[in-house]
């Protein structure tokens, strides 16, 4: 069983979009840091792929 289950913590899935992954990546671990420390299990999903932001 999945470490996350067992300990019965709430789990979000963070989406780290590209341009925070290659321009901020201080921020997505600022977020990782923050939801940590209010007891959240952070997920980062290995499949990711591009939301389509830079578009924008």
Do not use: H, W
Not at 31 to 37: G, R
Not at 49 to 55: F, L, M, N, R, Y
């Amino acid at each position: 069983m999945n470490k996350e289950i067992r300990d019965n913590k709430p789990v979000v899935a963070l989406f780290v979009t590209c341009l925070v992954d290659l321009f901020r990546p201080s921020v997505a671990f600022a977020t990782i840091k923050l939801l940590e420390s209010y007891g959240y299990t952070v997920v980062v999903p290995k499949a990711q792929s591009c939301c389509g932001q830079p578009a924008y």
